[in-house]
């Protein structure tokens, strides 16, 4: 699914249950890729208290010779998980309800409802499909962001309202990482 649009999807959940969204596209103030990708994190911190702040990975400007490249969502939120004052980093999958322990296309796939880096999972990585990274970028950032933010979760994006469910409850189906 395209990350705009998924983003606009889980904007206008959100706006149903009059809860404020700020939305920030990367590809709007942020230039290059990795973590350490150039772009002022400060915009973050200016968002009115009871405002959900949402960004995502976006195609941005690169400097020469690349013209542009893919900035991961994984990547970014492990720099403003560092940077910021956050208290959800929440991962949108487009295909899975959270971390499973082996590719959902396989027999008996199983949600890890929770996660540490102790626990090992069965994958592939497609580069083709998948320039940023996969699932063990994914798992890797996450475990990284959860040194410094207590609620990570991997969760399916298709379900909008688990979203506002963790938020309101602090519970959802989903995977919850721990660092």
């Given at each position: 699914m395209d990350m705009r649009k998924l983003n606009s999807i889980v904007r206008d959940v959100f706006e149903s249950q009059n809860i404020n969204v700020s939305a920030h596209p990367p590809s709007i103030w942020a230039t290059?890729?990795?973590?350490?990708?150039?772009?002022?994190?400060?915009?973050?911190?200016?968002?009115?208290?009871?405002?959900?702040?949402?960004?995502?990975?976006?195609?941005?400007?690169?400097?020469?010779?690349?013209?542009?490249?893919?900035?991961?969502?994984?990547?970014?939120m492990v720099r403003m998980a560092s940077e910021l004052n956050i208290t959800h980093a929440i991962f949108l999958l487009g295909d899975t309800e959270g971390l499973l322990d082996r590719p959902p296309d396989q027999p008996g796939a199983e949600l890890i409802t929770l996660w540490t880096p102790e626990r090992k999972i069965a994958g592939k990585h497609d580069s083709a499909q998948d320039v940023t990274g996969g699932i063990f970028l994914k798992i890797a950032s996450a475990s990284a962001i959860s040194k410094h933010v207590e609620n990570v979760w991997l969760i399916d994006g298709r379900q909008p309202q688990r979203v506002l469910q963790l938020i309101r409850t602090g519970k959802t189906r989903g995977t919850r990482v721990i660092g």
């Open positions: 290059g890729t990795g973590p350490s990708f150039a772009g002022d994190l400060s915009r973050f911190e200016s968002i009115p208290q009871n405002t959900v702040a949402m960004t995502f990975g976006d195609v941005v400007d690169c400097p020469p010779p690349d013209q542009f490249g893919i900035l991961s969502g994984d990547d970014l």
